[in-house]
């Protein structure tokens, strides 16, 4: 092995902890590594004047896209709140696609997704970003294959992450290839920190949206669900309330929400269970019963479906100690 440069791409409005999470988990490594095998971070901007951050911080660049960029075995560009509305940068772009033909890995830190996309760097590959955003970047590049759920992920030389904090996770599995999971676990201990997140992104986002119009039959629909959620709920019974056929009250809910009314039955109950889990002591068999569930053993096996960790793993990962 050899030194690694890991090449961070950085603007104005940048999310700081984009930044300072992968660049600190390479740093941290340094400390179980052997010298010759280190990390050195280097921040790329447009120009070396300081970048003002999304959250009032200012990060000094240490090479502008103009100047030569030492051999870089990572490259990575990070995201920040204004990205997904923000127009393609041609100058970014050219960056971002000369750098990543010479880079053993390239990629992206929550929505720094976007400037991949708009640099053509996304296209038939699997990506992730943060959840909040993830159906605008389906949108804008329908030729990448947009993967809601993932904290990271990895294909072939393009790697992308989730939201903000889950830049660590990404710069530790890059760790774990390279040096080992021994050596990630240490990492991930020493920035306290766990050295790979159980589930997916959906734990940390609601699973339910509102309907465009909150005065429609859909709407009421959902309002019945959540306000009896512990009743069962069949599509002949919510049709019945809204006075529609089955046919009917299907299709108009699909095409309202994106999808049918079983699957908004079961995500509800599990955002409510979510919330129990979360905020209430509650035995799982109380929580399972008063969200429709019915048995502790249908709630696991939904939140495995659905989440990928079990209802006792989940509210372990929002236990205050």
């Known amino acids: ?103 053993a890995l390239y990629g992206s830190i929550c929505t720094g997704a976007f400037a991949l996309g708009h640099a053509g760097l996304l296209d038939e590959h699997r990506v992730t970003t943060h959840w909040q955003n993830a159906q605008r970047l389906a949108a804008l590049f329908p030729n990448a294959q947009v993967e809601h759920d993932r904290i990271h992920l990895r294909d072939g030389r393009l790697v ?82 809204v006075g529609m056929s089955t046919r009917t009250l299907a299709r108009l809910f699909v095409q309202e929400t994106g999808i049918t009314p079983h699957e908004f039955v079961e995500r509800a109950r599990v955002d409510a269970a979510r919330n129990l889990l979360e905020g209430t002591g509650l035995a799982l068999k109380a929580v399972a019963f008063d969200c429709g569930f019915g048995t502790a053993d249908r709630m696991r096996a939904v939140f495995v479906q659905r989440l990928g960790i079990s209802p006792a793993q989940y509210r372990a990962s929002f236990r205050r100690e």
């Open 1 to 103: 092995m050899a030194v690694q440069t890991v090449a961070v791409v950085i603007h104005d409005g940048v999310q700081a902890l984009d930044v300072a999470g992968p660049v600190d988990v390479f740093a941290e490594t340094n400390a179980f590594i052997a010298l010759e095998d280190r990390y050195e971070s280097l921040l790329v901007a447009a120009d070396r004047d300081p970048v003002r951050a999304s959250n009032g911080m200012r990060l000094l660049p240490d090479l502008s896209f103009a100047d030569p960029l030492p051999e870089a075995a990572i490259v990575l560009v990070a995201g920040g709140p204004a990205l997904p509305d923000a127009p393609s940068d041609a100058v970014m772009s050219d960056w971002l696609r000369a750098a990543s033909e010479r880079a």
């Open 160 to 241: 992308t992450s989730a939201g903000v904090t889950a830049g660590i996770d990404l710069a530790l599995s890059l760790v774990s290839e390279r040096h080992g999971p021994a050596i990630a676990l240490l990492v991930a201990k020493r920035l306290v920190v766990t050295a790979q997140r159980q589930g997916g992104q959906s734990q940390f986002s609601p699973f339910l949206t509102a309907p465009a119009d909150e005065t429609s039959p859909i709407a009421r629909v959902q309002v019945h669900v959540m306000e009896y959620i512990r009743d069962r709920h069949t599509l002949r019974m919510l049709a019945d309330g």
